[in-house]
Structures are given as C-alpha cells and as structure tokens.
C-alpha cells in the first residue's frame, strides 16, 4: 500500500515538473520575441546628431516664417 502512494506521488510531481518546465520554455521564446521587437523599436527610435540639427534648424526657420 505504501509503496502505492509513492509511485502515486512520484508520478505527479513528475508531471508537475514536466508541466513546468513547458511552462518556463514557453515564456523564455515570447520572451525572446519581445526583446527582438525592443531591439526593432530601438532601432527606430535612434536618432543621429546630423537629424537633430536638420530639425533645429527646420523648426528655427519655420518660426522665422510664422512671424
């Protein structure tokens, strides 16, 4: 009887386990996929001190325009 119990036992915190580390696989690739759309939104966000100083000088001559 006891040792019944112990398969019993043993079995279901296997299949806990095994449910769990699918559980952990599965985070780890959406996990993944954000951190490459992060690294995409980065990447655009970027701006370079050559596109500063055009807007700079973009929004100085538009103000000059206005009045």
């Known amino acids: 009887m006891m040792t019944d119990i112990n398969a019993i036992m043993i079995v279901l915190l ?3 386990i095994i449910c769990l580390l ?6 780890y690739v959406r996990i993944q996929q954000l951190l ?3 690294n995409a939104l980065a990447g655009r966000m ?3 001190g050559s596109e500063l100083e ?3 000088r973009n929004v ?3 103000k000059r325009m206005r009045g």
């Open 22 to 27: 699918f559980i952990m696989y599965v985070m």
């Open 60 to 62: 100085e001559d538009y």
């Open 46 to 48: 970027e701006i370079t």
């Open 54 to 56: 055009q807007l700079t």
């Open 36 to 38: 490459t759309e992060v």
């Open 14 to 16: 296997s299949v806990t």
